[in-house]
Every structure is written in C-alpha cells, then in structure tokens.
C-alpha cells in the first residue's frame, strides 16, 4: 500500500510549473492518480484561494496546499486536512459574516 494511494488530485494552474512537475512526479510515485477534470479531485492542491474552478469544488473535496503533501511524505502518513487546509475555513467564515448584519447599518457615523 502505498501512501497517497487514496488520493486522485488536481493541481491548481496558480502553482509554478516546476512545482506542478515535482508535485505530480511525488505524488503519482507514491500511488495517487490524477483527477481527469477537477470534478474527479478527492484532492486540490493550491497555493491560492482562488484557482480556475474554485467555485464549483464540493466540501468533500479536500483543498491542501503543497506543504500538506510535503509533510504527510516527511511523516511517512497523510497529515490531518484542517492542519494545513488552504484557505477553506477563511473562505467559510468570509461567506458567513457577509450574510450578517452589520451592527452599523442604519447608523449614521
């Protein structure tokens, strides 16, 4: 069993190209496939909040930066998502607060 034999990824077009080569070259070595389109990705690796098709990634899909694949090969096992999760948890809270009402609305400054 190898370590990232659970994993089918996309790699995000914001990563430098040389990072998409060694990300890719680490990750299929080690037993994960890569996704046909990203609506296959149990995985997005990113280093950005926002990357084509970032609108459409479903919450089961694990959204990691290149440091979780970094460390979960240093550890020698798949680190936790929310440890190094990119930019989802902010994202979340950003669209919650959004919805709120400001407590200055309606206030004159």
Do not use: C
């Amino acid at each position: 069993m190898k370590l990232f034999d659970s994993i089918t990824f996309h790699l995000s077009p914001s990563l430098r190209h040389e990072t998409r080569d060694l990300l890719q070259h680490v990750l299929l070595a080690n037993g994960a496939a890569a996704a046909g389109t990203l609506g296959d990705a149990t995985h997005v690796i990113t280093n950005s909040n926002r990357y084509e098709g970032w609108e459409g990634v479903g919450a089961d899909v694990a959204v990691v930066t290149e440091k979780w694949v970094e460390r979960s090969l240093l550890l020698g096992k798949l680190q936790p998502i929310r440890l190094v999760s990119s930019f989802r948890a902010l994202v979340a809270h950003l669209k919650v607060y959004s919805r709120l009402e400001s407590p200055f609305d309606g206030h004159k400054t």
